[in-house]
């Protein structure tokens, strides 16, 4: 981000900080510019009847605050005509808000110079995504912005810049005034002429500060609350805004892992992040809005994901517990903002209610019982190999696409229609060509003898630490070589651990895979997932070996598959489902073949 102070010249002696109202940007902008140029007074565009409040507020910080204004009943209305308060809000990214924080730090003194209105209308302000300061400068910015400005034309806006100037002369020395940047205009004519002192109040008793609640602090603050925090923990160092998104991903990917047994590949976050960016640019923005990413979340993995990310970029701690003034909940109806809705619907609700409806999961009397039931021999859970030959399958049939797809040939229509119409190829073309395009598919050679399905490589062998070797039971079931979380660690029944693989070898015929972790042939492979790819080309007896990984084989490995005349083919594992990945990852280990009897009572 570029480092710029940004500083308009209003008056001999007078300089602004034009902002944009609860935006990152404006506020680094002014943190830069009272630290750079350390100005005799700083003015700030809020009026004197809520400095006490807003001072106390600021000196909260990092606990959120809301300052109230009870509008009360005007004069000559009638008893039904109250109306609602007013709130403002003292969050870190609110420039005002920084204005007044940087001069108490500094030990300058902020003068509240607005002019306070009870009838004060909304005016729609739309200027360009500020998140461009970050990349040519806010002070480039708001030249640009300033150059194509249009006076205001609200009567209100021009008795509040008189009452502004007219305070700002009042001052002696250099006085740095922040102001929103569509009033710089009108306050530098005002400036331009000695202003009288304007007749207005200076003092309510209908203000009062108040403590923000935890669940409403979610909802209402200007930026993102993990942007927030990120401002709060730097300043006045400014965080790039997409490099905190990347930041956010990864702890709610972290988070994701911790709590629900999920995860996200680098392919999942790059594709997150450019969802979202895709959906920010369809909004004529240049970095996503919090809606943006929650929509890119549900969209890369699923509402359970979307739901951890929310809590994850909303959460301010600090909220939490008692606090030594009254709390208030607020919406942003209360603010007068407009609101989008997003719905989760997380599959762990209807997970509760069959629990409830369903028998209670047994518990173990005393610590550790189960664990004594765990003898040194180790089978499978019938139901979960199941699973795991049919997801097998599919991964076979899935190769076998892949291949049909290079091996076809798309060629213009001449005397012969081949095997079909292509579509994609016909359209493509359609503008400069106009043929017709036709594909001719071509015959797959051979079938896919093994597969290989690699989770986590963990190269340091140290979350997945247990390999073995299992053979198939009968002529329905493959032998598998694994390596997975030891047995024994995570006991959910008497004698059954719950376990989880890092990768696995799956190899048809059974019966014929044996030691794949033991035999000297394969030592010349030390990382676990090579080793696996090795011994499933070695024991398999068609031409195709489907290798399914977030990275691409070595060219060591498909050498050696040429040598004994079988083909690789790479899948990348980000192509596949992410929650039927997380379902057939997770599995149970019997100890002993007599504990299938009761299995079912305890495995869900």
Known sequence: MARDTALVPLAEGVDAVPVLHGRLESAVAVARAIREVRPDHVCVELPVTLGQAVTLGVERLPRLSVVEVGMGRPAGATPGDDRPPAYLLVEPCEPLVEAVRSALELGIPCHFVDRDLDDYPDVPERFPDPTAAGRIGYDRYCAEVLARLAPSEVPEDRVREVTMAHHVQALAGRVLVVTGIAHVPGLRTALADPQPMPIGRVWREDVRLLHLHADSAREVLSEVPYLQAAWDRRRPDAPDRLAVHLDLVRAAADRYRREEQGGLSPLQVRMLLQYARNLALSEGLLAPLLYDLLLAARGVADDNFAWWFWDEATRWPVQEGPAEIPTIRISLADLRRQTRTFHFHRKERGTLLLRRIARPRLKEVEP???????????????????????????????????????????????????????????????????????????AVRGRVGSVILVFDPDPDGERFPFAMTWQGEHDDESDMAFYATPPGVHMVGPGISRCEYGGLLMSWPPRRMFQVWEQEALRAFPSRPERLLAAGILYSEERLVAYVAAKPPRALLRSLAARVDRKIVYVPIGQLSPITLRRIRTFHMLHGREVRSWADRYVR
């Not at 019938?382 to 290079?406: C, H, M, N, W």
């Not at 081949?418 to 359609?430: K, M, V």
């Open 368 to 442: 550790g019982e189960w664990a004594r039931d765990a003898g040194p021999w180790h089978c499978s859970y019938p139901p979960e190999d199941v699973v795991i030959e049919g997801y097998a399958s599919f991964l076979k049939q899935r190769t076998t696409g892949i291949l049909a797809a290079e091996a076809s040939r798309v060629e213009p229509f001449t005397a012969s229609m081949r095997d079909g119409i292509d579509l994609r190829e016909t359209l493509r073309n359609l503008a400069h060509d106009g043929r017709l395009y036709v594909r001719e598919d071509r």
